[in-house]
C-alpha cells in the first residue's frame, strides 16, 4: 500500500515535500514515481526513482524538484521548489517491483499566484 501525503496550499514561489509511505513491500527494491494530474488533463509523469538509483525528470520540473527515498523509512518523497500556478494538481506515487504496480490514493496541492 501508499500513502501519499503533503498537499495543501503554497503560494507561487514557494516549497513544499510531498511524502509516499510505502507498506507491504521494501522500496528498495522497488522503482518509485511521481505523476500529477491537473484537471482536465492526462495523469504525467513527474519524476521517477529507480531501485538502481537513477532519477528521471519531467521537462517542465527539472531543476526545481528532486526525487528521494529514505530506505530505512520506507518513503519516497518529492521537495518541491519555485512551485508555480501550473504546478497544481493531484500528485500520486507509483511503485513498480516485478508482476505489481501499486498507486497511492494522491494528494492535493493548490498554487496560489
Known amino acids: 500500500q501508499l500513502q501519499a501525503y503533503g498537499g495543501g496550499l503554497v503560494q507561487s514561489g514557494g516549497s513544499l515535500r510531498l511524502s509516499c509511505l510505502v507498506s507491504g513491500t521494501m522500496i528498495r527494491f522497488a522503482d518509485v514515481g511521481w505523476y500529477r494530474q491537473a484537471p482536465g488533463k492526462e495523469r504525467e509523469l513527474v519524476a521517477g526513482?529507480?531501485?538502481?538509483?537513477?532519477?528521471d525528470y519531467a521537462a517542465s520540473i527539472k531543476g526545481r524538484f528532486t526525487i528521494s527515498r529514505d530506505n530505512a523509512k520506507n518513503t519516497a518523497y518529492l521537495q518541491m521548489n519555485n512551485l508555480r500556478t501550473e504546478d497544481t494538481a493531484k500528485y500520486y506515487c507509483?511503485?513498480?517491483?516485478?508482476?505489481?504496480?501499486?498507486w497511492g490514493q494522491g494528494t492535493l496541492f493548490t498554487v496560489s499566484s
Open positions: 507509483k511503485l513498480d517491483v516485478p508482476r505489481l504496480t501499486s
Open positions: 526513482s529507480t531501485s538502481r538509483n537513477t532519477t
